[in-house]
């Protein structure tokens, strides 16, 4: 007779998130792993043979999904784009968990980018995002090389409030920056 799953697999993956958000890859041992998610390390190792990595790698395809369909997908849509970028901001805060979670994308970067495990999903992540808040850029009238400029300086903007909310543990400078949002798209 079959054992039952001690831990969904949503649940499973949302403690993963937690633990590779808090920890970056190289920090999350196995046993913080496995205390965090509440599976012995021979369960964790039965549910992600790959180890490690398999684990970080769902969780970059669980938030990348939720990323598409609840920001990117937005952006695309034909909403006008002051309703997108305030429906960008809404779900930045609630992705971000308030300006309290890092980066995944930062926390799963390895030293050498160039070479990192996860080296090509961080990429693409990051050019989906800029094309998308370029795109909407462009719908607003800015030009396509202005628009690309402001979609990199607005995702560094964001990232850069995250590492600063963290390093403080004060969420107010990823607030702030969801304040601003919507200014990127005046003229100025």
Same mark, same amino acid.
């Given at each position: ?6 831990? =969904?697999?949503? *649940?499973?993956?949302?403690?993963? *998130? ?6 970056? /890859? @190289? %920090?999350?041992?196995? *046993? ?7 599976? $012995?390390?021979?369960?964790? /190792? ?6 490690? @990595? ?13 990323? %598409? ?10 909403? *006008?784009? @002051?309703?997108?970028?305030? /429906?960008?901001?809404? $779900?930045l805060d609630e992705f971000y968990i308030g300006g309290k979670g890092a980066c995944l994308l930062n926390m799963l970067a390895s030293p050498d980018i160039t ?63 969801? $304040?601003?949002?919507? =200014? ?5």
């Amino acid at each position: 007779m079959a054992r039952h799953a001690q831990v =969904d697999d949503e *649940t499973l993956i949302q403690r993963l *998130t937690q633990v590779f958000r808090d920890y970056g /890859y @190289e %920090g999350a041992s196995l *046993t913080i792993l496995s205390k965090a998610t509440g599976l $012995k390390k021979a369960s964790l /190792y039965h549910r992600y043979p790959g180890g490690k @990595e398999q684990m970080a790698l769902e969780v970059l395809n669980s938030a990348g999904k939720w990323v %598409g369909e609840n920001i990117v997908a937005p952006l695309n849509s034909d909403q *006008t784009p @002051e309703k997108k970028i305030k /429906y960008l901001a809404k $779900k930045l805060d609630e992705f971000y968990i308030g300006g309290k979670g890092a980066c995944l994308l930062n926390m799963l970067a390895s030293p050498d980018i160039t070479s990192g495990l996860f080296t090509k999903h961080i990429n693409g992540a990051f050019q989906v995002w800029i094309k998308s808040l370029t795109n909407v850029l462009v719908e607003s009238g800015f030009d396509p090389k202005e628009s690309k400029r402001r979609a990199e300086n607005t995702i560094a903007m964001m990232q850069g409030t995250l590492v600063i909310s963290r390093g403080m543990n004060d969420t107010k400078p990823f607030k702030n920056f969801l $304040k601003s949002l919507p =200014d990127i798209l005046h003229h100025k």
